[in-house]
């Protein structure tokens, strides 16, 4: 049981201080670091931890963790408040709706899908992450977060995923100073090919976002014209799941 405490106390470290090397643990724990090292490889065997893309000796949490939370938050005051209106705006507009969270500024994590009826349609696994830069479910929670964690994640660096992908600073600023006015976000091919996505995002009582309801669809069924009638739409619903979930 000791080993298993002390395994859980890294993984919260990881995901505290992500991400981190072996020697930054070691002198968080004060253990060996042939230990230290045993350990993290378990995690990640697991697929509780992984080495960090851009430079393998440090760590951060796995995918196994993230696929954890959609389970988590079921019975929650969130997914209980989302999932009535997720299916009526699946009734009117036929596209699959997502509900997703935020994970800090990592990324945003599906916890919820309600698929439509088409045979040709957009398709995101529970559990499914993506960059908040480059969707529309992650702008909408950016245009909601203080100026600070925005400059943080620009900081950051900003992926290119498409030709489209917002990566310069200034133009990202200014979408979120258009999702603010408007009340929804857009994505078009900016993160998968061939991805269209509407996004309006779920607020806590002080207005921080704690989750983003997303019309998606394929490239093909997109229609500009209809934009201002599905950003309505989505905004709407999650206005009504702020509303469930805080009593209103």
């Given amino acids: ?67 954890v939370r959609p389970a988590a938050l079921q019975g929650s005051s969130l997914f209980a408040a989302a999932r009535e209106p997720m299916v009526r705006l699946r009734d009117t507009v036929n596209e699959t709706i997502h509900l997703s969270v935020p994970d800090a500024l990592q990324c945003m994590v599906v916890v919820d899908r309600v698929d439509c009826a088409h045979a040709v349609r957009t398709f995101h696994t529970v559990g499914d992450t993506s960059p908040l830069h480059a969707t529309a479910t992650g702008r909408a929670v950016l245009a909601h977060l203080p100026k600070q964690d925005v400059e943080e994640l620009i900081a950051r660096g900003l992926e290119r995923y498409s030709d489209t992908t917002p990566t310069d600073p200034d133009e990202l600023r200014a979408e979120l100073d258009r999702i603010r006015a408007d009340g929804y976000a857009v994505n078009r091919n900016q993160y998968r090919p061939d991805v269209c996505a509407i996004a309006a995002p779920v607020l806590d009582e002080e207005g921080t976002p704690l989750a983003t309801v997303a019309i998606s669809m394929p490239d093909s069924r997109y229609d500009a014209d209809r934009l201002p009638e599905w950003g309505r739409l989505v905004a709407d619903t999650a206005a009504e799941i702020t509303g469930r979930r805080l009593g209103a």
Avoid: C, Y
Avoid at 16 to 36: A, D, I, N
């Fill in 1 to 67: 049981m000791k080993s298993v405490t002390r395994s859980l106390r890294i993984l919260e470290a990881v995901a505290q201080h992500q991400p981190v090397t072996v020697g930054e643990l070691t002198k968080l724990f004060g253990l060996p670091k042939s230990t230290m090292q045993r350990t993290l490889v378990t995690l990640a065997e697991a697929g509780w931890l992984r080495a960090n893309r851009k430079d393998t000796t440090r760590w951060e949490i796995g995918a196994r963790v993230l696929a």
